[in-house]
């Protein structure tokens, strides 16, 4: 499965941004999808996942109420709908895809695939 990650941006404080995240090459219905991001120095961050029915929706403390993910398997893509944003969004944002009956949604060493990323900056 390739991922490809977009819709990053420069956005000022409290303004939104939705990242999308396509998948080709492989069965995107059977993958879990997490959303993950990093900024120079420190480690990957977990952000939020979704099981690969949907049914199943995760979101780090320090977004829960601002950013809602989605998916659209029709579609093979993955969304993150990001509100209220503050500078400390800034950062590299991933999305990643893992096939295990098991998932785990913030171990970011279980993920399978891993897009490019793409990157969000919020001025203040």
């Known amino acids: 499965v390739q991922l490809q990650a977009s819709g990053g941006g420069l956005v000022q404080a409290g303004g939104s941004l939705r990242l999308s995240c396509a998948a080709s090459?492989?069965?995107?219905?059977?993958?879990?999808v997490g959303w993950f991001r990093q900024t120079p120095g420190k480690a990957r961050e977990f952000v939020a996942g979704?099981?690969?029915?949907?049914?199943?929706?995760y979101y780090a403390d320090s977004v829960s109420g601002r950013f809602t993910i989605s998916r659209d398997n029709a579609k093979n893509t993955a969304y993150l709908q990001m509100n209220s944003l503050k500078p400390e969004d800034t950062a590299l944002y991933y999305c990643?895809?893992?096939?295990?009956?098991?998932?785990?949604?913030?171990?970011?060493?279980?993920?399978?695939?891993w897009g490019q990323g793409t990157l969000v900056t919020v001025s203040s």
């Open positions: 990643a895809a893992e096939g295990s009956s098991s998932w785990s949604p913030g171990s970011f060493y279980e993920y399978d695939y």
């Open positions: 090459g492989g069965t995107f219905s059977s993958y879990a």
């Open positions: 979704i099981s690969w029915s949907g049914t199943s929706i």
